[in-house]
């Protein structure tokens, strides 16, 4: 599978801490402190989840140099989805990939680097030879606006990865891992609401919709400070890699002291470190491909790089990828 474009879609407002703390109790030094945010984007009127992966899919196919009716594949990491049945189809139809078969994955903040997985399974075993690898979410529709231990994380947006089948030795996803563990899964959830309404005599039936999201801060980052370091050097170790071969880390991005502890577990220098928190928060499964599209689009990430990649969140859920940037061929 080789990386060949990215591209990424956001939403025009930015909400700064500044912003927060006129509505919750909050300020700048609190929020940059704890997590390195210092804004976020939040979707406003005519913007949606589609809108916003339907710009980072059309950037990611700019880039590769594809029309869309080559698509054989889009792969949609997302757990805000504009329509519950799927929102993969829409943007399929949107961009013109008709040849494209299209379908939602949801694995929270690790969505993205499970989907670019499983878009190298369909691409190794000659199923298709074209996919689209989105990830997106529009978090702040789910976000509780009064709660500041939540409310200061998350923002929306969209990246999108170009791949294609190529031959063994030019494979850019040179290892993964994947793990799950559901008996922590309410760390971390964005749950059903319970209402029901009544329907005939003592038969009732739930109103759908959620809760807004809730998060055991606390559980969380350590998780993430234990896991995230023992999955990369389980992989680092099973394809024979050192930390100091590493070009860049390109983590999930949901707190700056995760990134700098993980960065310290590998003794990996500051400036190799990959984050853009401050300017966008969490935004979920779309947090690696906006961090890969902003540093190929500036220019520290260049073709042959190798990046060490960690995605962990809601499930609970994490993984690690060895991958190596292609870039457009010519």
Not at 167 to 195: H, I, K, V, W, Y
Not at 291 to 315: I, T
Request: net charge negative; glycine share 10%; with cysteine.
């Amino acid at each position: 599978m080789a990386l060949v474009g990215c591209g990424s879609g956001l939403p025009l407002h930015s909400l700064s801490n500044d912003d927060l703390s006129a509505r919750v109790d909050t300020n700048d030094d609190w929020i940059r402190s704890r997590t390195g945010i210092g804004a976020r984007r939040v979707a406003g009127p005519g913007e949606s989840l589609t809108t916003l992966a339907l710009a980072a899919s059309r950037g990611a196919l700019e880039q590769a140099g594809w029309a869309a009716e080559e698509l054989d594949l889009i792969l949609l990491a997302t757990s805000s989805p504009d329509d519950l049945f799927g929102s993969a189809p829409r943007i399929q139809g949107l961009l013109g990939a008709h040849r494209a078969v299209a379908f939602d994955l949801t694995a929270a903040c690790s969505g993205f680097l499970f989907a670019l997985v499983t878009a190298s399974q369909y691409l190794r075993a000659g199923t298709f030879k074209k996919a689209l690898v989105i990830g997106a979410d529009q978090l702040s529709r789910w976000v509780d606006w009064n709660d500041r231990r939540t409310c200061v994380l998350f923002g929306d947006g969209a990246g999108a990865v170009a791949v294609e089948a190529c031959a063994p030795d030019a494979d850019g996803l040179l290892g993964f891992r994947l793990r799950s563990d559901g008996r922590r899964a309410d760390c971390l959830t964005l749950a059903q609401s319970r209402e029901r309404q009544p329907l005939v005599g003592e038969f009732s039936a739930q109103v759908g919709g959620f809760a807004p999201i809730a998060m055991n801060g606390q559980e969380v980052y350590k998780f993430a400070v234990r896991e995230v370091p023992a999955v990369l050097q389980e992989l680092l170790a099973e394809t024979g890699t050192e930390a100091d071969q590493l070009d860049w880390l390109l983590l999930h991005q949901a707190n700056q002291r995760i990134l700098d502890a993980v960065a310290e577990r590998f003794a990996i220098p500051n400036e190799r470190v990959l984050s853009n928190l401050a300017a966008y928060g969490n935004t979920s499964a779309a947090t690696i491909p906006l961090m890969l599209q902003e540093a190929v689009a500036d220019g520290r990430v260049q073709p042959g790089h190798l990046l060490a990649s960690s995605g962990f969140g809601a499930g609970l859920s994490w993984g690690a990828a060895l991958l190596r940037w292609q870039g457009p061929k010519g």
